[in-house]
């Protein structure tokens, strides 16, 4: 389990990080949101001792943080660092070197990870020769190979495409399945609502958001009302707490409501001629949520 206590960090006059509190349990996936500036990759540059927190603390399994512990941690930096003038074999087996492992231990799981995410081009080829895709990764190769029990992602997704993406999000849930810890940042939101289980929003350095990804949604109140019916949107907008609305492509309605109650309100207007095809009321995405936080003022 990863524990982290009270850490805050300043540069000069500007505090980057202001009094960041979070736990990760075995076998966990925490998302890490927040605008750029935020605060994000300092708190995992202060997690890995890149940076020294000012106070503040962080624990690994009960325990201060060692240097011992850093050979068990994954870690892929939002700037990609590879060496473009050797070949991935070798690329590879100098990060696991770096982490303590054998050149024996890794080579023959070399293949398997290349087949595991689709890197296309031979072992033996050289970084440079691979495409911007291939070569973020080998370096997500270099962060996992070494089967690391805590896992820092900083902007895993950034660049790849949708299929390379689903990989990605393959390879994460697979370090879940077998007890890692997993903390990632990103910038899309559908990526952290699907597959994390715990979720933490940055500030200007402050925490704003913290907890389970689905209980912070409830939170907002069951608010989104996604119905399809014949009646005109116009006349669905005239209800008291229906604050607005707008017809989607796929032809159903789409309403924000003032609270969850308004929904009951709905439902009998539009069922009073019976049967209706759709009615979920639901309460807002991740992406509406950050939107409405990154809009409110700091308190």
């Known amino acids: 389990m990863l524990e982290v206590k009270n850490l805050v960090k300043r540069f000069g006059e500007m505090t980057a990080v202001n009094d960041v509190s979070f736990q990760i349990q075995d076998g966990k996936i925490l998302g890490l949101i927040g605008q750029n500036g935020a605060g994000k990759t300092t708190v995992f540059r202060l997690i890995l001792d890149f ?9 690994w399994n009960g325990t201060k943080i060692s240097e011992e512990d850093y050979n068990s941690i994954g870690y892929l930096p939002e700037e990609r660092g590879l060496y473009p003038k050797i070949s991935i074999e070798e690329q590879i087996i100098y990060f696991a070197k770096l982490r303590g492992k054998k050149r024996a231990e890794i080579l023959p799981q070399i293949d398997l990870w290349m087949e595991k995410f689709q890197v296309k081009g031979k072992r033996t080829d050289k970084i440079k020769t691979l495409s911007k895709g291939n070569q973020q990764k080998v370096q997500l190769i270099c962060t996992l190979i070494h089967e690391p029990d805590l896992v820092i992602l900083d902007e895993p997704f950034s660049g790849l495409d949708p299929v390379n993406a689903e990989l990605l999000k393959e390879g994460i849930i697979e370090l879940k399945e077998k007890g890692s810890c997993v903390i990632f940042s990103s910038h899309n939101m559908d990526n952290v609502e699907k597959i994390c289980d715990h979720l933490l929003m940055l500030k200007n350095g402050h925490v704003v958001l913290n907890g389970e990804v689905q209980e912070i949604r409830e939170k907002f109140g069951r608010t989104k009302l996604t119905v399809e019916t014949k009646l005109p949107l116009a006349q669905l907008l005239e209800i008291t707490g229906v604050v607005a609305g707008h017809e989607s492509k796929d032809g159903t309605v789409i309403l924000t409501l003032a609270e969850p109650a308004v929904g009951k309100e709905v439902f009998d207007l539009v069922t009073q001629e019976g049967y209706i095809p759709v009615f979920d009321q ?16 700091d308190e």
């Open 51 to 59: 940076f020294k927190a000012n106070s503040g603390e962080v624990f």
């Open 282 to 297: 639901q309460p807002p995405t991740l992406e509406e949520i950050f939107k409405l936080k990154v809009g409110e003022k």
